[in-house]
């Protein structure tokens, strides 16, 4: 069980939109910023957004992040083939003390 | 470009002690919060903790009384290792390079990962 919570997948057609969403407490999302990571079959991780809305060099603006309150959102535009992955949403938990990420999200586009 | 790579035993027995290190290349070690963070086969990420270079730690509550992180600045590295590991403990392990500070940790670098697999 996960201290954030994501939906188990999401998928949308070439070129269209998806959103997906993270969702935690006061402890965690609620106090501190979030980072999105995806992660391609088969290879490690890559920071997508950082401090809810920060895209590192190298990341398209196709992506994008957004908080309120106790949520996030990873937003992703004009979808391609190659976005197909699995996105984890992580931040920082005040009471646990500890790194925390969300179940994680697998996008299929259709 | 930062590299950070994994290296260690890729089986373990199930009651020993699993040993990770991961080489920095590329960039300073200074700075910043070195962490681990493992994935079980088919599974999420899974936190484990982190040593800041100046020496401070945390670590996963649920792992704590079995883990030791260690940073070496004189080789760029940094090392894991968990103790009474079990078949729940086989996972691939990343390190990674944690930026961290006043209400913000997130990886921007990750290792390729290395998969431990416990069995006798």
């Known amino acids: 069980q996960s201290v954030l919570t994501q939906p188990p997948s999401v998928s949308a057609a070439p070129g269209q939109k998806v959103t997906i969403s993270c969702s935690g407490s006061?402890?965690?999302?609620?106090?501190?910023?979030v980072a999105w990571y995806q992660q391609l079959p088969g290879t490690a991780p890559r920071l997508l957004i950082y401090d809810n809305n920060h895209r590192p060099s190298g990341i398209p603006d196709r992506f994008s992040g957004s908080k309120s309150g106790t949520s996030a959102t990873l937003g992703i535009t004009g979808l391609q083939a190659g976005d197909e992955a699995d996105y984890y949403c992580?931040?920082?938990?005040?009471?646990?003390?500890?790194?925390?990420f969300g179940g994680g999200t697998k996008l299929t586009v259709l | 470009q930062v590299r950070l790579q994994e290296s260690g035993p890729g089986l373990v027995k199930p009651s020993e002690t699993l040993s990770l290190t991961c080489t920095v290349s590329?960039?300073?070690?200074?700075?910043?919060?070195w962490s681990w963070i493992r994935q079980p086969p088919g599974k999420g990420l899974d936190w484990i903790a982190y040593m800041y270079s100046g020496g401070s730690t945390n670590y996963n509550p649920s792992l704590k009384s079995r883990v030791t992180i260690s940073v070496d600045t004189s080789k760029n590295q940094f090392s894991l290792k968990l103790s009474s590991v079990t078949a729940a403990d086989t996972a691939v392990y990343y390190c990674?390079?944690?930026?961290?500070?006043?209400?913000?940790?997130?990886?921007?670098?990750w290792g390729l990962g290395s998969l431990v697999t416990v069995s006798s």
């Open positions: 992580g931040t920082w938990d005040d009471s646990l003390s500890a790194g925390v």
């Open positions: 006061s402890s965690n999302i609620g106090n501190n910023y």
């Open positions: 590329g960039g300073s070690i200074s700075g910043y919060y």
């Open positions: 990674a390079r944690g930026r961290g500070g006043d209400r913000y940790y997130y990886f921007d670098y």
